[in-house]
């Protein structure tokens, strides 16, 4: 089931910086989430909403792969191994589109917000329609894998991706 979201001034204000929003004009309910500063610096919304970033060896091996995460999304999504679900529930995956086109990950929470990291800015906790305009107006729940099992799959994925390409250079 998707879930739309609608546009709104303050989703548009979201996509300045959190800090930059002016409170009295856009009120929101934002609240930052401490994460060690490497992964900040680091990773984007979804290896950290997927759980890859804690799995040993992931951070070398998208460094060596240089896979991108937006045909990762479609092919876990193409492949039936991502289950959708009716709604947010705590602990599930949570992917905004544009269209037909994945723009960013996060986490349920037990109260149906989520958990998401901005880009290379902070992890953030929000209601699920206070984010970024260009994350999209649709939202879709899904059963979360696990952080093992999501680096499983990742593996999975390049190694398809590096047969495409061997088979192409041919």
Same mark, same amino acid.
């Given at each position: ?24 004009? @856009? ?7 401490? &994460?060690?500063? &490497? ?41 039936? @191994? &991502? ?11 949570? &992917? ?7 723009? @960013? ?42 952080? $093992? ?5 990742? @593996? $999975? ?11 192409? $250079?041919?």
């Amino acid at each position: 089931m998707d879930i739309a979201i609608e546009g709104s001034k303050l989703r548009q204000a979201l996509d300045v910086v959190v800090d930059q929003i002016d409170l009295a004009v @856009h009120p929101h309910q934002i609240e930052r989430v401490d &994460l060690p500063p &490497l992964v900040c610096a680091t990773f984007k919304c979804l290896p950290v909403a997927l759980g890859l970033i804690w799995q040993p060896g992931f951070p070398k091996l998208v460094s060596f792969t240089q896979v991108g995460a937006g045909r990762f999304v479609h092919w876990l999504i193409a492949e039936r @191994h &991502l289950h959708q679900q009716p709604e947010i529930t705590n602990g599930c995956l949570v &992917l905004y589109f544009a269209g037909p086109d994945w723009r @960013h990950a996060g986490i349920g929470l037990p109260d149906g917000r989520v958990v998401s990291k901005w880009g290379c800015n902070q992890l953030l906790r929000h209601p699920v329609d206070q984010v970024p305009a260009e994350c999209g107006d649709t939202v879709r729940a899904y059963r979360h894998p696990g952080g $093992a099992r999501a680096l499983e799959l990742y @593996h $999975a994925f390049v190694d398809r991706a590096d047969m495409s390409r061997k088979s192409r $250079a041919k």
